[in-house]
C-alpha cells in the first residue's frame, strides 16, 4: 500500500473488522435493522428523491470508443480490507485498445457501501476514509466537469493518465438501515469523495455505453421493491430508447440467482426481475448481464459454461455474476453444491432464464475455491477467541437457568456429590412450571436462529442446538452447586449468590462461546446452513474481490474477476489452515476468471 496520507474528513478513524458477535453491536444492530424495515415501508427515501429532483440518461456511447466499469460491492467495512480493494482497482492495469482515443472510466458500487448500519460516522470512518486515502483529491484541473442537471447527459471524455474516474453507487440492505439518508447525502448530491465524482440525483439510475449496450442499477429497497417512479424513470430513459438487438447488463444489490439455490429465495423479488427483464424483451433488446453484490465471493452462473480461458461465450450467452468482496466479511461457497454433482430437475427456474433461454445456469467460475472455504470452517471453533465478548450472553443465559432451576431458599442437600446434586436438580425441575417455560423460550429462540433449512430441519436443529445449551448450564449448574455445598459448611446466601455469578463469567463465558462455534462448524461444513452466522464470526480479511467490465464500440465486452488474496495480511490464518492458495502479499490483484461476450452476429 502507498504511505500518502489520509485526506479524507476530519476525524474519520481507521476501524477493524466489524464485531458482529459483540452484544452492543448486535443489539445496536437488531435496532436498526427494525426501524429500518419500519421506516422503509412508511417513509420510502426513493419517492421523495423523485419529487426532489430528476434524473438523467449518461450517455457514454455518444462520444467513446470503450468504457471500463470497475464493479465494488460490499465495501466499508474493516479499513485495510476495504483500502485494499481500493488500491487494487486503481493499480490493476486497463487494458485499453491502442486504437481508441475518447475512454470512459467509471467505478460502480453494487450496494452495502457501509457496515454495520448506515450513519454518518460510519461512512467516513469505513467508506469515505480507505477510498481518499487511495483515490485523493486531485490537483486543480483534473477535477471532472460538473454534471448538468437535466436531459441526456452526454458524459465527458476520462482518459486514465488524466482523469480519475467517475463514481456510481446503488444502496444494499445496510445502506437502509438510516431510511437511506446517509447514502442520498453521500451520493445523489454530486459531491466529491476524494478524487472521485458522483454523478446520479437518484439511488437508481441508467447508463447507456458503446457497442449498444445498455446497464440499469436498481434500487430494490429492504424488500426487493421496484417503486413506481422508479419504474417511470428506467421506462422513459432506457426502454423508450431501446432498439431491437440491443444487449442490457442489470446491476442489483441481492442475486436472486444465489439466495435461490441457498434456499433463501424472495418470491416478491423473483418477480420484479421478471417483469423487469420482461419490458426489456419486449423491445426486442435481451439481459445478458446480471450483476450483484450481498453474498461476500465471487462466483458466475452462465448459460454457456464450458469454455475455454479466457471464456468466450456465445454472443446469446446470459451470465449471472455475484461479486460482493468489496471488503466485508468472507462468505463460503462451498454451501451450494457444483451442479455436475447434484440433479436439476424440479429445480426452480430462475427468473432471467427467460426469453430463449429455458436451460439451467450452470457454475461457471468461483472464488475462493469450495476446498479452501471448507478448511477456513475450522475456524468457528476459535469462537471464543475471536469474539471474547460474545460469551457475555450465554453466560447470562446460563446463570438465568440456574436461578430458575435451583430453588436458593429451601435447598440444602445433604449429599454434596455431583450425581446426588444433579438429581436432586432433575426432581425439582419436574415441579418447576417457570423452569420449564423458560426452557420452551430457550428452545424456541434457538429454531428461530436457524433460518438456512427446510422448517422440519430448522426445527431439529434449533432444539438439538438448544438442548446442549441447557444441558450445559445444567452440569455447570450442579458442578458449581457441587462445590458450594462441599464441607466444610455450604456458604452463605450472599456468597452463594457471589459464587455463581462467577461460574457464570468464568465457565459459561467460554464454555457457552465454545459449544456455538462448535454448533456453526456442524452446521456451515456439514449441512450449508448459517453461512453468515458462521463466517460473520470470523472477521475474515482475505479473499476480497471485485469486477472490471470492458466495453468497446465494436459490442465485443470482457468482464475480467479480480482477486485480492491477501488483503490486511492474512497469511498467518491462512497458514494455520495449510491453504496453498495465498498469493504472496501485494496490493495487485490477480485475475481468477475471464470471460469475452462477442459482437452481435449480424442478422
Sequence with gaps: MSDAAPTSAPGA????????YDPAQLARTGLAAGVSALMGTRADQRLVEALAAD????????????????????????YAPTRAVA????????????????????????GDQVYPAATRREYEDRFVLPWTDIF??????????????WGVVPAPEADAATTLPRLFAI????????????FSRLFTQRRTIGGLRTAQSRSYFALRLPGRWWLMALDIQLEGDIDGPQLAYFRHEVLARLEPGDRVIVCVAEPAWEKTRLGRGDRHLDD????????????????????????????????????????????????????????AFLHPTHTIDPPQSRSTEGEPRLPTTLAGHPALLGEAAVHPPRATSRRLCAA??????????FGVIPALLYFATAAIAYPWSRAN???????????????????NPILWVWVILLLRMLVAFNDGAPSWRRALAGVLHGTAHLALAAVLTALTLTWMKAPPAPLPPLLAWVTIAVFGVVLAWVCGSLLLGVYLFIAVRFCGWHTNEAFSALHFQGYKSFLRVHVRASGEVRIDAFAVDDAAGTRPLGRLFRDGALAPSSSLARRVDSLVIPPPRPR
Design 171 to 182: 444502496p444494499g440492505n445496510h445502506d437502509w438501515y438510516d431510511g437511506l439518508a446517509s
Design 413 to 431: 442437600f445433604p449429599d454434596p456429590s455431583f450425581g446426588a446434586v444433579a438429581l436432586e436438580l432433575a426432581v425439582g425441575a419436574r415441579s
Design 55 to 78: 434524473q438523467p440518461l449518461f450517455d457514454y456511447a455518444i462520444a467513446h470508443d470503450e468504457v471500463v466499469i470497475d464493479f465494488v460491492a460490499d465495501t466499508g467495512d474493516g
Design 380 to 389: 468457528t471453533l476459535l469462537f471464543p477467541l475471536l469474539n471474547p465478548s
Design 87 to 110: 488500491e487494487a482497482v486503481r493499480d490493476t492495469p486497463v487494458e485499453w485498445d491502442p486504437a481508441s482515443r475518447h475512454r470512459g472510466r467509471l467505478v460502480l458500487l453494487g
Design 136 to 149: 485523493p483529491k486531485p490537483e486543480p484541473g483534473r477535477v471532472p466537469p460538473p454534471v448538468p442537471r
Design 13 to 20: 478513524r481507521r476501524k477493524p473488522m466489524v464485531a458482529w
Design 272 to 327: 420484479n426481475l421478471a417483469f423487469v427483464e420482461g419490458l426489456i424483451t419486449a423491445r426486442g433488446a435481451q439481459v445478458h448481464v446480471w450483476l450483484a453484490g450481498d453474498l461476500h465471493y465471487f462466483r458466475r452462473w452462465s448459460t454457456d459454461a464450458a469454455c475455454a480461458e479466457p471464456r468466450r461465450t456465445g454472443a446469446d450467452a446470459v451470465h449471472k455474476i455475484t461479486c460482493g468482496g468489496g471488503g
